[in-house]
């Protein structure tokens, strides 16, 4: 035995110096990467996984199936530019003066402002990598900066609401024009949604396996008119009828695209450390345009209004190991809460309390713990309604209750959405303590907002895409 003491302790020198050297050798665990796709005017029921009898969605319903389906999601406006502000900031967007989309047939413009502090500019402070493909519609020169003065590293897409072009007239989906960073735009053949999910897959090459963890906008302009009949998925839809058909179509193609990103991830062996959330910017279109035919499922109203159809919206939530897989969750949240949750998952300095509005982190609640099921959101927007009849302009949700406030025509209608989600029948009267307690509340808000007050006035359109598409010098 004692022959053997020297040999045994030299056993254990060695086998603990490996350890040691092994430990020195792992690689600490990188941050967790973060991908938000957001769809553009996308219906609470345009998808499979939300009911939807004929569309076609396996990627986004798999998604779902991973992780967590929201059903009382909220974005806080019916139109694109002041919704995807408030995702960016965690703010109101009429606290930047921002009342509308930001279209250039028209003045005032509704750009963000460079000093809004936006979750690109903290990821991008706390180490992160940053990048934006697709739709961007916060505004362009030389009415706020290019978009990567806002906490960019990496853009590529289209400034305003459409592909190829901001100004309607030279908006297309086929061979749309992009812009790259600070680059003038140029063409790139093919369909736009393709297009973009092709950068996209390059750029994923290049930073998936780098030790700096990345974030990622993917903002699809899809289904936004005006559609495509070329998309290669109208094919699923023969037995319909052709604005269907190109819509159905549409939708199916931009599920395709996301599961493109998605086995990328899968093969670059990053997908169980990487954040994928998915949602819309506000509700489906009205019937109006040549291929819209989306569908707010069950819900009241469309894009432009304050019905639960303009704001209540898809949101989808995956993470591998973390979240509980296949959970349908009827937590009520909202836009605003999409800072606070990305700044708390990822470790990074938020803004303070002062500085963003209602919103607050879903961390918690998506990694499996309790959370309180009653909020209260507010909503305001003077913009034309298309359809009808028109919602509230004024608009409260505090618990179940919903109060609409006609400002100008100085009336009101309550709603228990618990009892109602379709808005059909107007309790107020049997509930007038309950109306005139939410009509303080929302008064109270609203005389915390800044005022448009700048009359709308039209801009003449340029004769050439070009000149269309072109960035002033300084920029």
Request: hydrophobic share 35%; with cysteine; net charge positive.
């Amino acid at each position: 035995m004692r022959r053997l003491l020297p040999l045994i302790v030299w056993a254990l020198v060695l086998l603990f110096g490996a350890a040691a050297r092994a430990d020195e050798k792992k690689p600490t665990q990188k941050k967790l990467n973060v991908i938000f796709i957001l769809a553009d005017d996308l219906g609470w029921g345009d998808l499979a996984c939300y009911g939807h009898p004929h569309i076609k969605t396996p990627n986004l319903d798999k998604l779902a199936m991973k992780g967590m389906r929201f059903t009382q999601f909220y974005t806080t406006s019916p139109v694109c530019t002041p919704s995807r502000a408030s995702f960016m900031t965690g703010r109101h967007p009429q606290r930047f003066n921002i009342h509308h989309a930001d279209l250039p047939e028209t003045t005032p413009r509704y750009p963000l402002p460079l000093d809004a502090v936006t979750l690109m500019r903290l990821l991008r402070q706390a180490g992160y990598v940053t990048s934006h493909f697709g739709k961007w519609h916060l505004g362009e020169p030389p009415h706020t900066g290019m978009p990567r003065k806002h906490g960019l590293d990496h853009f590529f897409g289209s400034m305003g609401g459409r592909p190829s072009s901001s100004w309607t007239k030279f908006a297309r989906y086929d061979d749309a024009q992009f812009f790259l960073n600070e680059q003038p735009a140029k063409t790139y053949p093919g369909y736009a949604t393709d297009v973009l999910t092709d950068q996209v897959l390059m750029y994923l090459d290049d930073v998936g396996n780098k030790d700096q963890p990345f974030y990622m906008n993917l903002w699809y302009h899809s289904p936004h008119e005006p559609l495509s009949p070329k998309v290669k998925q109208a094919a699923l839809y023969e037995k319909f009828p052709l604005k269907e058909k190109v819509y159905y179509g549409s939708v199916s193609n931009l599920d395709y695209n996301i599961g493109r990103v998605l086995q990328k991830l899968a093969e670059l062996g990053i997908e169980e450390n990487t954040l994928i959330i998915f949602s819309s910017d506000n509700g489906p279109e009205l019937l109006m345009n040549a291929f819209s035919a989306g569908s707010a499922g069950i819900l009241r109203g469309k894009k432009t209004q304050l019905w639960e159809g303009g704001v209540r919206v898809p949101f989808i939530v995956a993470l591998s190991g973390i979240i509980p897989a296949d959970k349908t969750s009827e937590q009520v949240a909202s836009a605003l809460d999409f800072l606070p949750t990305i700044c708390e998952w990822t470790g990074t300095k938020g803004p303070a309390k002062d500085k963003l509005d209602d919103g607050m982190s879903l961390a918690p609640y998506l990694k499996g713990k309790a959370m309180t099921q009653s909020r209260t959101l507010y909503w305001e927007s003077h913009i034309t309604q298309r359809g009808g009849p028109p919602s509230g302009t004024l608009v409260i949700r505090d618990g179940d209750w919903k109060l609409h406030i006609w400002q100008k025509e100085n009336k009101r209608a309550l709603y228990n959405l618990a009892m109602d989600i379709g808005e059909s029948k107007d309790v107020g009267g049997a509930q007038k303590d309950v109306a005139d307690r939410l009509e303080r509340m929302a008064l109270a808000w609203y005389a915390t907002l800044p005022r448009e007050t700048a009359q709308k006035q039209k801009q003449p359109i340029p004769q050439t895409e070009a000149e269309a598409n072109r960035l002033p010098l300084d920029r």
